[in-house]
């Protein structure tokens, strides 16, 4: 379906943001189109079944 051809997008980015900015997981949110952080965890966890946080973590050493 279109919206969740718009949120598998939206959390491409997320990921690639998580992995090459230092912004907060509540700006990177944001700045990919969710309407809230808690629909961004949400989302996020139930397509990665790991947290943006833990994400970032475990994918990015140098911001780390």
Same mark, same amino acid.
């Given at each position: /379906? !279109? %919206? *969740?051809?718009?949120?598998?997008?939206?959390?491409? #980015?997320? $990921?690639?943001?998580?992995?090459? /900015?230092?912004? /907060?997981?509540? $700006? =990177?949110? !944001? $700045?990919?189109?969710?309407? *809230?952080p808690?629909?961004?965890?949400r /989302? !996020?966890?139930?397509? #990665?079944? =790991?947290? %943006? @946080?833990? #994400?970032?973590? &475990? @994918? &990015?050493?140098?911001?780390?």
């Amino acid at each position: /379906s !279109f %919206p *969740s051809y718009v949120t598998a997008r939206r959390l491409d #980015y997320a $990921e690639k943001l998580l992995t090459t /900015s230092t912004k /907060s997981v509540t $700006e =990177i949110a !944001f $700045e990919a189109g969710f309407t *809230s952080p808690r629909t961004f965890f949400r /989302s !996020f966890q139930a397509a #990665y079944q =790991i947290t %943006p @946080h833990q #994400y970032r973590k &475990n @994918h &990015n050493k140098f911001l780390s």
